[in-house]
């Protein structure tokens, strides 16, 4: 039986791409494959480690089990589309400046959380934060380096 | 180095699953249902015939090979052949046109099983008359020094044991006042790096490109390269960063089956795991150890006997290295009298790799528990009776091996200070219904004698410096590490020097990135490579400057010579060489090959405040201080990463990890949902790392290693401070909420 396509608009880093997938595709493979975007990450593909994080209109779904069907007519942000041009955002700043990172698996994903946190929440605690990353796991850092540079990152974008 | 880090929260860092090769497949895993079946046969005209499906492979591929690999013993077979010996082990896999493709296909194989009795725990396979995983006679692999005399026992499960003794533990138990003994175990758990295991193959003719997640190209490359019989120099095999390894991916694990896909697709195939399959590939070994402590009335360590099995599943692996006497022998603490027993014990389970520490977790259990089960009987403090029996910084405590070289009893002192000192907003005491408890625990390592690291630094025509070396990038910061070497020998500014990433085409012999080896040898190997080239640079630079050498001295800093008054930019002495035109290189090869003199000891000290709540069972860690043998920190910042990730790694195998099989063998919490890692919510309240910054090392500037060292001796220091808190001794691990629950109630019933 031949192969079925559905045509799809979506809006991803700014820019607007027709694609076309099959209905079983994930957005996780759509953006990795498809657009070449692959700083989002396969890891648990069960939807809890949050390596595959990117922001649908602004909310954080994992990509690994989110239908790309269900992308048509979003704005889809992926961590390349986070920095403008050779200006990184404050929460990539942080992250470099204050050891958020170590292997680098984790965070697209973990950046991309914080990002819908602090568009929601300015001026979040400490507790805040955790809670609210705690649907992104690190296997390096122990996760306090990753705290401090979302704090240092919520500081820095608050007017 | 912030390039790479400013790749890695951009998007733009590439791991082996990003990399797209034109014309690539995708490939897919028929996995053994069975913990141990007889394969009847394997139908596949059905998946061939799906469309977009390029290759089956099957056993019956791998005639012409020879299809076993594994660094102690050849026992692993790139399919199963005559049987399945775990669930979960690849009996047959699909190359095709992309994974749904392949996936589909895997539903169109026919295999016809017998199932065997099968033995799923180390009580199983020890018991008499226990069916065997290999009755075929086991061949050893040959390649590791360290590995040549391995001892299975026939006719049982057990592929390797040895003995070692000092002293007598006879006349020694004798001797002591007091013998405590006790059973301590250690479930399976799994390494789980983000980046689960995948393997890119293009095998065209004799000529094989790998791209794979692996802490070992080198390894790796020797492997395929005995099993497709190519000349290992017509392997090639590249490591871009890697998300992660903990020891999960050295040694070889889908490489060749990627390869045999690809040889037989002849287009290049890609096999990328996700974590449910990692979980089906490696595991830390099962452990149980029956040890015993005699000791005298005052606190004085006489004799200390174990005897221990590690169940290294379906295939030995990395397992028989954990049962060799060498580190074995390793202790912190004064024991005259001391008996080794180890045992490397096959199951119908998955298979090993060596996790994070290596054999310093496994010993350190039963040892630091056994400790403080001592000071409670003899009504001592734990630290007192550390600090009492603790060697001495130039203290011989077996033939042939270098002392610690470290002042462990400062270290413990330190500790327990910094368990004293309350946190800025500690309550002043417990919430009701909640207990506290302290613990300590001293863990000790060693990294490998003879193991072989070398370099090619290259210096340009403008100054720069490229860094050949076949170091793997896992987070550790060996790329920041190693150009500070180098930078400290060459006074070359740090954004001029380049690191590679490993490719066996191209970058010099490197044994393994593991073990926590790498800023001491890759060190050394770097500092003696650039001590050539500062030789040779200042030999140009006296006979192009009429400098004299024994007049004037030469040195280099900010990527200037300087010398007899002179000022030069390092890179005219290489256009020198040019002709005077900006081409050309100066470079210098070094090994580090490996002697005693180049081997660190890493010792950690752990000191865990933990808050227990008896309502729900829950354990908080308040404080954890972890005090790290680390001799110089080339990257303070980055040191202090590896201390508290590598506590927070072991953490969950304190408190929350288990990988947990059912009587029939299948693995049944083989995915993130229900196996629990660490998370936001499990951090400790506090951390303190201490860097101990002794100059003690081995390595440039008397530094030591550190990749492990926060993960050593985590588990006693937990159980230790729980015990503290609510006066349960748990011998085995995880010390889960319901665990806890279930012996405070046994507790208050009995």
């Given at each position: 039986m031949p192969r079925q396509y559905l045509a799809l608009r979506v809006e991803v880093n700014g820019q607007t791409q027709d694609i076309e997938v099959e209905s079983h595709e994930m957005l996780l493979d759509v953006l990795r494959d498809r657009l070449n975007l692959t700083g989002a990450k396969k890891s648990c593909d069960v939807q809890v480690c949050g390596a595959c994080t990117v922001l649908v209109n602004g909310k954080a779904v994992s990509a690994c089990n989110y239908l790309a069907v269900d992308a048509d007519g979003k704005n889809i942000l992926t961590i390349e589309g986070l920095a403008s041009g050779d200006e990184l955002h404050p929460l990539q700043e942080a992250f470099i400046q204050h050891g958020g990172l170590q292997c680098g698996f984790c965070t697209s994903g973990m950046i991309l959380s914080a990002k819908a946190l602090l568009d929601e929440n300015p001026n979040p605690s400490r507790s805040e934060v955790k809670a609210y990353l705690s649907g992104n796991i690190c296997r390096c850092t122990g996760y306090r380096t990753i705290v401090n540079s979302v704090l240092a990152a919520a500081e820095q974008l608050r007017p | 180095m912030e390039r790479d880090t400013a790749s890695k929260v951009t998007g733009q860092a590439q791991y082996t699953a990003d990399l797209a090769i034109p014309g690539m497949l995708r490939a897919s895993v028929l996995r053994s249902p069975y913990p141990h079946a007889r394969i009847l046969s394997i139908e596949t005209t059905k998946a061939e015939a799906v469309p977009g499906v390029y290759a089956v492979l099957t056993r019956d591929d791998l005639q012409g090979i020879s299809p076993f690999y594994g660094l102690a013993y050849k026992d692993q077979p790139i399919l199963a052949m005559d049987k399945a010996r775990y669930v979960g082990e690849p009996v047959a896999a699909v190359?095709?046109?992309?994974?749904?493709?392949?996936?589909?296909?895997?539903?169109?194989?026919?295999?016809?099983?017998?199932?065997?009795?099968?033995?799923?725990?180390?009580?199983?396979?020890?018991?008499?008359?226990?069916?065997?995983?290999?009755?075929?006679?086991?061949?050893?692999?040959?390649?590791?020094?360290?590995?040549?005399?391995?001892?299975?026992?026939?006719?049982?499960?057990?592929?390797?044991?040895?003995?070692?003794?000092?002293?007598?533990?006879?006349?020694?138990?004798?001797?002591?006042?007091?013998?405590?003994?006790?059973?301590?175990?250690?479930?399976?758990?799994?390494?789980?790096?983000?980046?689960?295991?995948?393997?890119?193959?293009?095998?065209?003719?004799?000529?094989?490109?790998?791209?794979?997640?692996?802490?070992?190209?080198?390894?790796?490359?020797?492997?395929?390269?005995?099993?497709?019989?190519?000349?290992?120099?017509?392997?090639?095999?590249?490591?871009?960063?890697?998300?992660?390894?903990?020891?999960?991916?050295?040694?070889?694990?889908?490489?060749?089956?990627?390869?045999?896909?690809?040889?037989?697709?002849?287009?290049?195939?890609?096999?990328?795991?996700?974590?449910?399959?990692?979980?089906?590939?490696?595991?830390?070994?099962?452990?149980?150890?029956?040890?015993?402590?005699?000791?005298?009335?005052?606190?004085?360590l006489v004799a200390w006997d174990i005897e221990f099995f590690l169940d290294c599943g379906a295939y030995a692996a990395h397992a028989p290295r954990l049962a060799n006497p060498g580190p074995l022998w390793l202790t912190p603490y004064r024991f005259p009298h001391m008996r080794v027993r180890a045992n490397a014990v096959y199951t119908n389970t998955v298979p090993n790799a060596v996790l994070r520490g290596a054999p310093a977790p496994f010993m350190g259990w039963p040892r630091e528990s056994q400790m403080d089960i001592i000071a409670r009987e003899l009504g001592t403090d734990p630290v007192e009776l550390r600090l009492k029996n603790a060697l001495g910084p130039e203290e011989v405590f077996a033939p042939g091996w270098e002392p610690l070289h470290f002042d462990l009893p400062a270290g413990l002192r330190e500790i327990t200070q910094a368990l004293e000192k309350p946190a800025p907003d500690e309550a002043a005491g417990p919430a009701p219904g909640k207990k506290r408890g302290k613990g300590v625990a001293c863990g000790v390592e060693t990294t490998p004698a003879a193991s072989v690291s070398s370099v090619v630094l290259s210096l340009a025509a403008d100054g720069s410096l490229r860094i050949n070396a076949s170091v793997v990038e896992m987070g550790q910061g060996a790329r920041d590490v190693l150009p500070r070497i180098a930078a400290e020998e060459l006074g070359i500014p740090l954004e001029r020097i380049t690191v590679t990433h490993p490719d066996t085409e191209v970058t010099p012999y490197e044994q393994i990135t593991s073990a926590s080896r790498t800023t001491t040898r890759v060190g050394r190997a770097i500092e003696h490579a650039a001590q050539r080239i500062r030789a040779e640079v200042t030999t140009s630079f006296c006979e192009l400057y009429e400098v004299d050498p024994a007049q004037s001295e030469v040195s280099l800093s900010d990527g200037y010579v300087h010398g007899g008054g002179q000022t030069v930019p390092l890179g005219e002495i290489v256009t020198a060489r040019y002709q005077g035109m900006p081409g050309g290189e100066i470079v210098a090869y070094a090994p580090d090959p490996g002697s005693e003199s180049g081997s660190a000891t890493h010792v950690a000290v752990a000191g865990v405040e933990v808050e227990i709540d008896q309502e729900t069972g829950e354990v908080q860690v308040l404080k954890f201080a972890s005090s790290l043998s680390v001799g110089k920190a080339i990257n303070e910042s980055a040191a202090h990463g590896q201390n508290e990730g590598g506590v927070a790694y072991a953490l969950g195998h304190a408190l929350t990890e288990e990988m947990v099989y059912n009587d029939d063998g299948q693995l049944i919490n083989g995915n993130l949902m229900e196996y629990r890692v660490p998370s936001f919510a499990n951090m400790p309240e506090e951390f303190v790392s201490i860097l101990v910054e002794d100059r003690g090392g081995p390595g440039p500037g008397g530094s030591r290693g550190i990749g492990e060292a926060g993960a050593l001796i985590v588990m006693p220091a937990i159980a230790n401070a729980v015990h503290d808190a609510v006066g349960l001794r748990f011998m085995e691990t995880p010390l889960t909420p319901q665990r806890i629950l279930e012996r405070l109630a046994d507790r208050t019933e009995g």
């Amino acid at each position: 039986m031949p192969r079925q396509y559905l045509a799809l608009r979506v809006e991803v880093n700014g820019q607007t791409q027709d694609i076309e997938v099959e209905s079983h595709e994930m957005l996780l493979d759509v953006l990795r494959d498809r657009l070449n975007l692959t700083g989002a990450k396969k890891s648990c593909d069960v939807q809890v480690c949050g390596a595959c994080t990117v922001l649908v209109n602004g909310k954080a779904v994992s990509a690994c089990n989110y239908l790309a069907v269900d992308a048509d007519g979003k704005n889809i942000l992926t961590i390349e589309g986070l920095a403008s041009g050779d200006e990184l955002h404050p929460l990539q700043e942080a992250f470099i400046q204050h050891g958020g990172l170590q292997c680098g698996f984790c965070t697209s994903g973990m950046i991309l959380s914080a990002k819908a946190l602090l568009d929601e929440n300015p001026n979040p605690s400490r507790s805040e934060v955790k809670a609210y990353l705690s649907g992104n796991i690190c296997r390096c850092t122990g996760y306090r380096t990753i705290v401090n540079s979302v704090l240092a990152a919520a500081e820095q974008l608050r007017p | 180095m912030e390039r790479d880090t400013a790749s890695k929260v951009t998007g733009q860092a590439q791991y082996t699953a990003d990399l797209a090769i034109p014309g690539m497949l995708r490939a897919s895993v028929l996995r053994s249902p069975y913990p141990h079946a007889r394969i009847l046969s394997i139908e596949t005209t059905k998946a061939e015939a799906v469309p977009g499906v390029y290759a089956v492979l099957t056993r019956d591929d791998l005639q012409g090979i020879s299809p076993f690999y594994g660094l102690a013993y050849k026992d692993q077979p790139i399919l199963a052949m005559d049987k399945a010996r775990y669930v979960g082990e690849p009996v047959a896999a699909v190359a095709a046109i992309d994974e749904a493709t392949a996936l589909e296909a895997l539903d169109h194989l026919e295999v016809h099983y017998e199932p065997l009795p099968a033995v799923v725990n180390l009580e199983e396979a020890l018991s008499p008359g226990a069916p065997l995983v290999h009755e075929e006679e086991l061949h050893k692999a040959g390649f590791y020094y360290d590995l040549k005399d391995l001892q299975p026992v026939p006719n049982t499960n057990i592929c390797h044991h040895s003995m070692f003794e000092k002293g007598d533990v006879t006349r020694g138990m004798a001797e002591a006042d007091r013998v405590i003994e006790n059973t301590f175990t250690l479930p399976s758990v799994n390494h789980y790096p983000l980046e689960p295991l995948v393997t890119t193959a293009d095998f065209q003719g004799d000529y094989l490109k790998i791209w794979s997640a692996t802490q070992a190209p080198f390894h790796v490359r020797q492997e395929l390269a005995a099993i497709f019989g190519l000349p290992m120099s017509r392997v090639r095999v590249m490591v871009p960063f890697l998300g992660g390894g903990f020891g999960g991916k050295t040694y070889t694990h889908i490489e060749p089956l990627t390869a045999a896909l690809a040889r037989k697709a002849q287009r290049p195939v890609q096999l990328a795991f996700n974590a449910e399959e990692t979980f089906r590939t490696i595991c830390r070994c099962a452990f149980r150890c029956h040890a015993r402590t005699g000791v005298k009335a005052d606190g004085t360590l006489v004799a200390w006997d174990i005897e221990f099995f590690l169940d290294c599943g379906a295939y030995a692996a990395h397992a028989p290295r954990l049962a060799n006497p060498g580190p074995l022998w390793l202790t912190p603490y004064r024991f005259p009298h001391m008996r080794v027993r180890a045992n490397a014990v096959y199951t119908n389970t998955v298979p090993n790799a060596v996790l994070r520490g290596a054999p310093a977790p496994f010993m350190g259990w039963p040892r630091e528990s056994q400790m403080d089960i001592i000071a409670r009987e003899l009504g001592t403090d734990p630290v007192e009776l550390r600090l009492k029996n603790a060697l001495g910084p130039e203290e011989v405590f077996a033939p042939g091996w270098e002392p610690l070289h470290f002042d462990l009893p400062a270290g413990l002192r330190e500790i327990t200070q910094a368990l004293e000192k309350p946190a800025p907003d500690e309550a002043a005491g417990p919430a009701p219904g909640k207990k506290r408890g302290k613990g300590v625990a001293c863990g000790v390592e060693t990294t490998p004698a003879a193991s072989v690291s070398s370099v090619v630094l290259s210096l340009a025509a403008d100054g720069s410096l490229r860094i050949n070396a076949s170091v793997v990038e896992m987070g550790q910061g060996a790329r920041d590490v190693l150009p500070r070497i180098a930078a400290e020998e060459l006074g070359i500014p740090l954004e001029r020097i380049t690191v590679t990433h490993p490719d066996t085409e191209v970058t010099p012999y490197e044994q393994i990135t593991s073990a926590s080896r790498t800023t001491t040898r890759v060190g050394r190997a770097i500092e003696h490579a650039a001590q050539r080239i500062r030789a040779e640079v200042t030999t140009s630079f006296c006979e192009l400057y009429e400098v004299d050498p024994a007049q004037s001295e030469v040195s280099l800093s900010d990527g200037y010579v300087h010398g007899g008054g002179q000022t030069v930019p390092l890179g005219e002495i290489v256009t020198a060489r040019y002709q005077g035109m900006p081409g050309g290189e100066i470079v210098a090869y070094a090994p580090d090959p490996g002697s005693e003199s180049g081997s660190a000891t890493h010792v950690a000290v752990a000191g865990v405040e933990v808050e227990i709540d008896q309502e729900t069972g829950e354990v908080q860690v308040l404080k954890f201080a972890s005090s790290l043998s680390v001799g110089k920190a080339i990257n303070e910042s980055a040191a202090h990463g590896q201390n508290e990730g590598g506590v927070a790694y072991a953490l969950g195998h304190a408190l929350t990890e288990e990988m947990v099989y059912n009587d029939d063998g299948q693995l049944i919490n083989g995915n993130l949902m229900e196996y629990r890692v660490p998370s936001f919510a499990n951090m400790p309240e506090e951390f303190v790392s201490i860097l101990v910054e002794d100059r003690g090392g081995p390595g440039p500037g008397g530094s030591r290693g550190i990749g492990e060292a926060g993960a050593l001796i985590v588990m006693p220091a937990i159980a230790n401070a729980v015990h503290d808190a609510v006066g349960l001794r748990f011998m085995e691990t995880p010390l889960t909420p319901q665990r806890i629950l279930e012996r405070l109630a046994d507790r208050t019933e009995g």
